[in-house]
C-alpha cells in the first residue's frame, strides 16, 4: 500500500523567503504525485503533479517539485513566498501506482507566512 | 483547470434522516469520481471509488450500506448518508477523474451536520 509522510505539520516563513514544504512517499510501484492547496473552507487545488518524465515540476503560483527516487522524496518548493501563499498543503499519491486510484493523502502541512 | 461543483455546500440535518450530496464535473467527462471525508484540521480519507454504471468500491471500514453511491452518469455522482447521525458530521469532498490529463478535480466540499 502507498503511503505519504509529511514532515511539519505547520511551517512559518517570512514574506520573500523560501519555502519547502517536505513529502516523502512509500510506494511498491512507480508512484504518480501530487500536490494540493487547501484555503480555509475551500475544497483542494492542484498545484503540480508528477507521473512520469522530467523529474523537476513546475507548478501554479510559483511553486515547484522534483521528484527523486532515491530519496522517496517530492518536496514542494517557492523561491520567494507571498502572503497568498497561507495555507494547507497536501501531498498525494495515488493508492495503487498509475493514474486510475483514488489519492492516499499526507496530513497537511499548514503554511504560515510571516510579514 | 477542470471544474468540479457540489451541492449542497453546506446542510443541517436531524439525527436519523438521509442526506444527499451531488457532485458534477462541468466541464469534461468522469467515468470515475471519488468521495473523500475530511474532519476538522485531518486530511482527506478516501471513503470510496464511484465508476459510472457499475458499483461503486468502498474503502475498508467504511459501511456502503450507510454511504450509498450513484454513478449514474458521466457527469454526476451523489452520495447519500443514510440515517445520520452525529458522527457522521464533517467535510465530504469528491473529485472527478480526468482521464486525460490523468489528474483528480477537487470539488468544494459539502459541511454536513447532523443534530
Known amino acids: 500500500a502507498q503511503s505519504v509522510t509529511q514532515l511539519g505539520s505547520h511551517v512559518s516563513v517570512s514574506e520573500g523567503a523560501l519555502v519547502l514544504l517536505r513529502c516523502n512517499y512509500s510506494?511498491?510501484?512507480?508512484?504518480?504525485l501530487f500536490w494540493y492547496v487547501q484555503y480555509p473552507n475551500q475544497g483542494l487545488q492542484l498545484l503540480l503533479k508528477y507521473t512520469t518524465g522530467a523529474t523537476l515540476v513546475k507548478g501554479i503560483n510559483g511553486f515547484e517539485a522534483e521528484f527523486k527516487k532515491s530519496e522517496t522524496s517530492f518536496h514542494l518548493t517557492k523561491p520567494s513566498a507571498h502572503m497568498s501563499d497561507a495555507a494547507e498543503y497536501f501531498c498525494?499519491?495515488?493508492?495503487?501506482?498509475?493514474?486510475?486510484?483514488?489519492?492516499?493523502f499526507g496530513k497537511g502541512t499548514h503554511l504560515i507566512i510571516q510579514p | 483547470g477542470a471544474v468540479v461543483s457540489q451541492h449542497p455546500s453546506r446542510v443541517i440535518c436531524k439525527s436519523g434522516t438521509s442526506v444527499k450530496i451531488e457532485c458534477r464535473s462541468l466541464d469534461f467527462q468522469a467515468t470515475t469520481m471519488f468521495w473523500y471525508r475530511q474532519f476538522p484540521k485531518q486530511s482527506l480519507m478516501l471513503m470510496a471509488t464511484?465508476?459510472?454504471?457499475?458499483?461503486?468500491?468502498?474503502e475498508q471500514g467504511v459501511e456502503k450500506d450507510k454511504f450509498l453511491i450513484n454513478h449514474a452518469s458521466l457527469t454526476l455522482s451523489t452520495l447519500t448518508v443514510t440515517s445520520a447521525h452525529p458522527e457522521d458530521s464533517s467535510f465530504y469532498i469528491c473529485s472527478a477523474r480526468d482521464t486525460i490529463k490523468e489528474t483528480q478535480y477537487f470539488g468544494p466540499g459539502t459541511r454536513l451536520l447532523v443534530l
Open positions: 498525494a499519491v495515488t493508492k495503487s501506482g498509475g493514474g486510475a486510484d483514488g489519492l492516499t
Open positions: 510506494s511498491s510501484v512507480p508512484p504518480y
Open positions: 464511484s465508476n459510472e454504471g457499475s458499483k461503486a468500491t468502498y
